[in-house]
């Protein structure tokens, strides 16, 4: 059975961090690329970050120089460091897991909160 649990969202005051964390199990993990989605009230869901099973990563232009992505495949564990939180980061937070279209998982999501 997959599953894909995070945690690590919270409140946090702007300017502040936190560190998201997405433990997967019943798959191969390190052959998947690894990404973190956010999705604000209102808004469609968005691709923030994502590293590759070779550790390559990208960015939304809006996260870089602020977010870090890593995995552990010894820990089958994927991180979003997420430094310098704006309110506009506000939304939860969803891992994903993708080999290909028909391979694809998803998290319940974590709620990041930035306010003062």
């Known amino acids: 059975q997959v599953q894909l649990v995070e945690s690590g969202g919270g409140l946090v005051q702007p300017g502040g961090s936190l560190r998201l964390s997405c433990a997967a199990s019943?798959?191969?993990?390190?052959?998947?690329?690894m990404n973190w989605y956010r999705q604000a009230p209102g808004k469609e869901r968005e691709l923030v970050a994502g590293?590759?099973?070779?550790?390559?990563?990208n960015y939304a232009d809006s996260v870089k120089g602020r977010f870090t992505i890593s995995r552990d495949n010894a820990k089958n564990t994927v991180y979003l460091q997420m430094n310098s939180l704006k309110p506009e980061d506000t939304a939860v937070y969803y891992c994903n897991a993708h080999l290909r279209q028909a391979l694809d998982y998803w998290g319940q999501g974590t709620q990041v909160t930035v306010s003062s």
């Open positions: 590293i590759t099973s070779d550790g390559s990563t």
């Open positions: 019943g798959f191969t993990f390190s052959t998947y690329a």
